[in-house]
């Protein structure tokens, strides 16, 4: 993640209904700004109208004239508003570190932002407000990542109403500064917060969404190289391409698995391995054979992840829930993000198979029988060794994924009286998801080093269309191994080309 | 599962591309008949003649001219056809304990039936009846469940083979008897296997795909049925309505949300609950006020599992597939389970979070600051201890569901020459689920039982429509505790009551 | 386990401070009677009758004169002590299916005896007898598995007081009968219970400590056989001897490591391997060169854990703890335990360690690259296809294991108004690791399947001393494999062989 | 870790067989020198001496005249010592990040170092002088701390070599540079590296060792600290201390249960808890009572984990194994660090039950009715929050305590022509054994922070001699919680108050 990012014009218009993941990767990495539509605006208005009418006639209501969690039986008078609601937000600030880059406070703040955009909140319009001024502002306030139980990021996004009030600290511009001198050189007051606001801003999962929003993204980035670095290996063994015929998918049409074995045919493209499929091996091993298939359920588990998550982000999440229609305010438990954590739990799982899959494939790049190549890929058998231990590295890696696939949404305690008996972990397992990411993409890129040292063994093969730009992508960092080198300088270097995106730039183009 | 199973008349008609899980449990558990169409028929004869045609063309055929597995290259003769596929059977035939129920062997049967008949495994059209015969018949060949490492069932369906040509046993009318004595009864004679037959027979999913079905069918009323006593224990604590309202759930609008809650209202009408609701608990423990959220989070999860499997069980599962319209038989990985795998590691965690709340609303009916009642619903404080040890006795089993649902789908081997480098371990996760929900009917079952302890002490409530015939569902078969007795009699029959239907069905008549 | 054990005579005396795994092992499974020491005796009686003085004087005492668990507040009188500790052990039986065999009944039954006699559970010296009556006269209560979060297995040992008081059912001398109807058979009276002992009948954890025995004692019989199975596949393989070497292993003592490689040695001495050390290969695969540190760790582990249990076997575990050299009873948690069931999660993850070595060395023995021998052992590469598949049979039983070896002590809620928030899983920690030793045996078994057939197939081969014997223990039942057939016959004869000891009984004999 | 460690003299005299985990950490935190002893060098020299005349008569020796892993079956000529060897450290290096601190790379280097003393590697004495020279001077090669697979850190301390042959990065006087200056400006010559050099220096788990030590080192300061908080906790709430008596502890004689008991009654002495005793709870939430038992569990699960790895850290390690009384080199194991990475796993389960314990007093010090005090230990029940959200950072950091526990060691791949079969994935499972310590303090700090806040409220308490220390060196940081403020800054300070030992420095002067 970028540690600081410029913000642009051409702001996206927030509806409440309508945020794709995409959409939100672009606000928070790219820097673009937000705006409330005006539809938007008005069902803040009335909702908020609605909320102090309520409060007149003296119905009890949860966060507003009475306490929160536990402190539910507490009565809160009016004139206690404002003090109420920001001791709310000073005691509710419990995370602890590590803190959230730029780019993730940003994803953040347009979570909530796009979930109080229903109009069920009752929130304070500025308050609202305050989430686009402080993205198309760039003032980023101090986010620890820890220290949710999720449902409902309490602790931590608290600190987002810290920096509303004029407390805690921020980015801005690039540096570290108290929250209430940024607003005073921003020329924006510290906000005074009334009725339910400190309630409003706590009572989101917004951290989970806005993280999960990320990692969904880079994801779909991920699975896309994938495809392309297979379509390398397979070529790098000179693999039978059969498996990969349309009519093959057509008989277990699986959306995941149309789209990637038509994903890597376009990338072979041209290749030689097209010309003399008939006198390839008959049944290559499960890695080289069963990749769209693995690939196809890591894209199916994405499709119900990115589905259950994008409602999320245009629903909402409060309790209580303002039912403006029947002018009502009820207590209810939407804030619960359950099913789409199931949704990336299920997903760490089916990345897990992709991930031992391509270790797999890259252990028989290594492997003398399987490639007719040398042992390791050396180029030199006498005076070289080659990529012996690259194995070591990919699988060690591999056993980091194979142990953060282990669910943590159900290992909660009730809490605050017995009355929280239920959680979802959701921004650990969020956490979780990108933290196997991470390890993939170091997987993928020394598969992506075996394919094109095997490729350059091989000498003779005419590559795909995209897979010769994947080759050239690799190469244009990292040279061919001829005489043993740290290697180590090598993953370093492959690593960032795959996971910066420009192994996918580079065959896509 | 039932040990026996009659065979019904009025046969479903299996065309390979409609068939639906409830079907398939129709078939299993209330042993209807099947057929297989018409279109079916041809398109086996169509694949059969075009395998001919290939094998006498010499161009290798994996599993038909060519071994299997490891065996890919070696050449398989055509005097040796028989004697091949037959040793195939036989050395493939791995398996070991437990043994397949009646209702199981059905399933897996039918579960292979319908995968043959898009027509793309050239099997005999003989052997494909073969198993309507048995369907049929009432005939059904001892089928070990462990032993698979499923990417496809290869060491255990082959038992199914095994008895097709007469060897190993069956049950036939409630008897164990041996295979061939069973087909000669029957009038069957031992099948000659030809070119092919052998990896057709044993190269599928159908374990893990027919015992998958039976589970996510049981699954289904289990959730039905937790909808129902969640209702009841909502009265039983005089819980707070309003977060069952419609306006609620379509401010997020998750199909299983909603489903759960216009199920649960459902049950609810004509209670009392909804005469107080103002005067009732601002905020319910989330247990009681979660419930809809939970689980439509399972129904969520279960709905991706069910459409899943269901497009595999209408699917090509074989490799080589036959590309009819191509006039080819290509190497393929369409036995691959594991994106329908997946949706059943998913649905586990679900099921964890609705045992978990089911687990914490049953000890808040024993807790007198929640209930108002009596501890551990005692019917007399002095002399009596009441439901003191059943909080022992769900929570351990929950902690059994907590270790049930980590995953295993991604601990294979490479296997056979390295080979076949990736598997799913479908039937071991198929019976981890089943494992989950068995423990689920007993939690549901206590759920119940404290619920109308505590309706019987509170005396005063009038009960919904449906929940009130959950109450008598109950306390027809167990009665109120009103001095201590051995309360595992109680919790067995309860258990009974549930996983049986009978609880469902009464609510549901 | 047995379904019948006779009673012999030459009883064990038991003391309380010194009772092995063994000797249970003997009692629970050999059906040797048993006999409580005069000075165990008399601590009894001090005990109790310090229990009766101190409820003299009216000190309020945990489950004598006041309630258990969360009614700890309320006072029992005098006149109601039958009553009320009828009532708990009515109210505490809670257990679910599936029930003990009768060995593990006797071993529940004996754990439980022996914490007691360090007399500090004031109980009725006549319900201690009880036990030993039962145990004597081969009257065993029906005893349910399921249902105890351990710590205290409350729910389940219960059942063993329903039986004493004439409730419930037992098995005797090989018949299930009501156990009202049995104690009037043995000639013994229906116990009335005083003050005190319904809590110290259920609150003890005998049901782990009983079963965790033998599973010890078992698992130490599998870690013996193991180490004689790898010798034969060392020579299976022709493997290379010095790894074994005694100065190889002095260079890193640790106890289990020295252990194991004593052991191969001894069973190889003798074998034509050690003539040709220095021609074989320069370093065996890793499976075959490791299997005593691994081994060792497997022998470490179960040397922690059973060095726990028997310290646990000869402690006190009751609560509240007559401290008789005090005149006083104490409040304490010395039921907890946590620190014996950690000793079997860890010996769970040193058996996975050895099971993924032992399939990986028979997936080598069916590899030509490693043995020069056929693919798959087979006997004729052109007509048989040979233990093709035993190889998913292992794996998917290693899948198994691994899932098992994830960790449950830990995943307990706070129950009986939050004050019981400690618990550790004890039984279903037992039962895991019952079920790897259970997987182990088919794997250990499948291993020697392969390693006799390449010796076999070798031909040429002088086998140690006790590898002979092993040879000859599965040969004697499983002939060799010249042409295919129904593999699963041949494990699960192998399979009994192993488990029921006449591998290990053949070769140390 | 501190990024720059200054060297002491008093070197530490090293013979590689009495090293203690407390020795390394004084090297490595605390910068101590070391010297190896004049036997440990002549041990060195004599099997130096031993590998050249070995090699003189052509007997093929792994990784001295053959290559090493797979390539043991290439010839490794004289001529080509120094080129293999160096190619043998550049091939290997393969680690990723994240990098090591200066103290960890000490752990590490120290590690290794000790485990050449015994002579069986037959390394260059200069090389082994190497590692002591580099402590010394304070030269800290740039140490990747992931990519090994452990057994054996090849990939991560190859990096160590390449620091001795001139190559790489290294931190010097808290400066990076590259490594050839730094040896330059040190007066040390880049090593030529002789026959089996490069194998020495790569084929150890010193990572993990190293590493590992540092872990067991903080978690004996965790524990000891875990012991006075709870005495606080204990304080806090009122408790019953009669379950601390020593003659309860005696009738269950666990070790550590003793020494946590002796520790908690000592950090009391003096306290008013003694005083009226009688007059307090009959029986406190297990949280309270069952402490010394669940810390207990976790001493005895440190002290197995710190026997099994002090007994590596005095052993060799290598393969091949130099038997200089046998003047053979025989291949071998030694190696594997299963039997001590058990250890780490049992430890990181135990650490989980404190963990949960923890938490479990920390909401209950928020709970009047178990304090007696106010709902979150508000000073001001009408005006302030207090402590609420703070269950939800613990309860959130022991869920990640909860995923951290899963195991770890059996997911390995075979890897390099299938030869290497076996791993144990040490540096992670050490990895994560510091991460569940890092949590635990967070936890602890948490923990302590309500009590001294409750016993604040309570206001008339006298406190034990240590536990007044405790209070003090908490209060000396974090002031009364009179008014609501922002808690992550008072749970920053408690963490580092207790992390950096303070607390206990605080209590044990």
Redesign the interface.
Known sequence: MHDRVEVLSDPLVLDGGTLTVEQLHEVAVNGRAVRISETARQRLEASRKLVFELAEQDI?I?GLN??V??????VIGKT?FE?FN???I????????PYASVAETRAVMLARLNTLL?G?SGIDPAVAERYAEFLNQGIHPKL?L??????AD??TI??LG?AMIG??EVEWSGKRLAAGEALRQAGLAPLALGPKDGLAIVSSNALSAGMGALALQECEALLETADLVYALSLEAIRG?V??L?E??HL????P??LRSANRVRAALLGSSLWENADTES??????F??A???H??AY??LG?AKG?LE??LN???DNP?V?L??RRI?????F?P??WI??F??LG??L??LS??A??RT??LG?P??TGLS??LTAD?E???????????I??????I??L?????????????????????A??VVM?TREIIDRLW?IIAIEALHAVQAIDLRGDLKLGRRTAAVYRAIRDEIPFLG??????VD??RA?HVVKEGRLLEGAEA
Chains 1, 2, 3, 4 share one sequence.
């Open positions: 009890p949860y009475r306490g969690g536990w402190n539910k039986d507490k206690f003090r920001r001791n709310l000073l005691s509710h600030s419990a995370g602890v570190a229903p069920r620890p820890r220290g949710s139980v999720g449902a309490i602790t608290s600190h810290l407390e805690g039978n059969s498996p015929e009519g093959v008989a277990r049409p699986y995941g698995q008959l049944q290559d091993p499960l890695s054979r069963d769209c298939q693995i196809g359920a199916d588990a119900y259950q409602l999320h629903s909402s999440e829930c039912l229609e029947e009820v207590s209810c438990a939407n619960d359950v099913t199931l949704g739990e299920m799982s089916a897990h198979h031992k899959s270790c797999y252990i028989k492997t029988a399987f042992r390791f058998e005076r070289s060794i080659g990529y012996c231990t690259a194995q070591k590295t699988t060690s890696l591999d056993a980091e194979r142990h696939i282990n669910p943590a949404s159900t290992d909660y305690y009730a809490l605050a009286g017995d009355i929280e008996d239920h959680a979802a972990n921004p650990f979780k170091y005489a043993d080198r740290d290697i180590s993953i370093d690593y």
